[in-house]
């Protein structure tokens, strides 16, 4: 456990970026799932907006969402 005040403030704000962090991926990864359930083209449109708000947020890697933009994408092409 942190000894010092600065050290345990970072631990809560820690906690709490986390949080949102795991909950916003979360959220991605429901709609990534019912995109691939039932794929069309205003869920890809979402799914797209989603994906480069987490990127610009560093929630996941910007390569990473140009990869999953791009699968989902021919997933609807097919």
Do not use: C, W
């Amino acid at each position: 456990m942190a000894n010092i005040k600065s050290a345990e403030k970072r631990i809560r704000v820690t906690a709490k970026k986390t949080a949102a962090n795991r909950s916003q991926k979360s959220e991605l990864n429901t709609f990534i799932k019912k995109y691939r359930a039932h794929p069309d083209a205003d869920t890809l449109a979402m799914v797209t907006s989603l994906l480069d708000q987490a990127a610009q947020k560093n929630i996941i890697h910007e390569n990473k969402a140009n990869r999953l933009k791009g699968k989902l994408a021919a997933l609807l092409n097919k």
